[in-house]
């Protein structure tokens, strides 16, 4: 009988040896090192998922902080007593305002227009909080508001792009209702007294702040002008040659500053 032996190769003196008889050092090292590269990556990559790791973890952070302010952040930080707008008012005059009241903070449930509540519907509402300023001469009451919502950043993005595309933040039907309280000097503060207002819908916050102003011996307003317009070299109407259009935007801006210095986020719209 006949048997045939494996072929033979060379090895590194070049002695003959079966071909396939057991591996070199240096393939079995390099094997290893394969195998464990392999082994490291993977596990790197599956540690990074059962981590939920990712670059945006920071942001998603601080978006989910910013939506527990309201029960986290005592209320003097979020509307302090005393604001200071330096070059706020109209020609760049420095501006005083002082609070002279909180609302109970609670849901949205009556605290807006009909068809503003319905702008506003896509995006929920956690929580409500407002406050109403005076100017150094109680001639002005303003109140600021921070609805804080439920939603996620890509509504937030929608609603604030549908803001903007529409113009629903200079519609006078998309007014915010003033907060009035009794024995202040806002006391008279209510919806036909209304003459100036702004509403930023942030992107980077479930939060949307607004502020609606108005004088604080109870006039009414026949036409009201958003705070955008009334800020504009040139305006005419009544609540820009007053200054009211100044008050809601100055306002709204700072009591936004203290919302972003509570998350250490820089601030949107700076002025």
């Avoid at 005083?96 to 519907?121: I, M, N």
């Avoid at 439920?150 to 915010?176: H, I, S, V």
């Avoid at 100055?250 to 986020?265: C, F, M, P, Q, S």
Wanted: glycine share 12%.
């Amino acid at each position: 009988m006949v048997s045939f032996g494996e072929p033979e190769g060379y090895d590194g003196l070049a002695r003959p040896r079966p071909l396939g008889g057991r591996p070199r050092p240096q393939a079995v090292a390099a094997a290893v090192c394969l195998v464990l590269g392999v082994g490291l990556l993977t596990g790197a990559v599956t540690g990074s998922w059962l981590a939920g790791d990712s670059g945006d973890d920071g942001a998603r952070s601080a978006y989910t902080e910013a939506g527990d302010l309201w029960h986290s952040v005592p209320v003097d930080q979020l509307f302090p007593p005393t604001l200071l707008g330096k070059g706020a008012g109209p020609g760049g005059a420095d501006r005083t305002w002082t609070r002279v009241a909180v609302a109970p903070d609670g849901d949205c449930a009556g605290a807006f227009d009909r068809l503003l509540a319905k702008a506003l519907d896509p995006v929920g509402c956690s929580r409500l909080l407002r406050a109403t300023y005076t100017d150094a001469t109680q001639s002005y009451v303003t109140t600021v508001g921070l609805l804080f919502t439920k939603a996620d950043t890509a509504a937030m993005t929608a609603l604030a792009d549908r803001f903007e595309k529409q113009g629903l933040g200079r519609r006078e039907d998309l007014m915010p209702l003033p907060y009035a309280a009794k024995d202040t000097v806002a006391a008279g503060f209510g919806a036909p007294q209304r003459a100036s207002w702004t509403v930023s819908v942030l992107t980077d916050a479930p939060v949307v702040v607004y502020a609606v102003s108005g004088w604080a011996d109870g006039r009414t307003v026949d036409e009201p002008e958003p705070a955008e317009e009334a800020v504009e070299s040139g305006a005419a109407s009544a609540p820009a040659q007053a200054g009211l259009g100044h008050e809601a935007k100055g306002l709204a801006d700072r009591v936004e500053r203290a919302l972003r210095k509570n998350i250490g986020t820089p601030t949107e719209h700076p002025s």
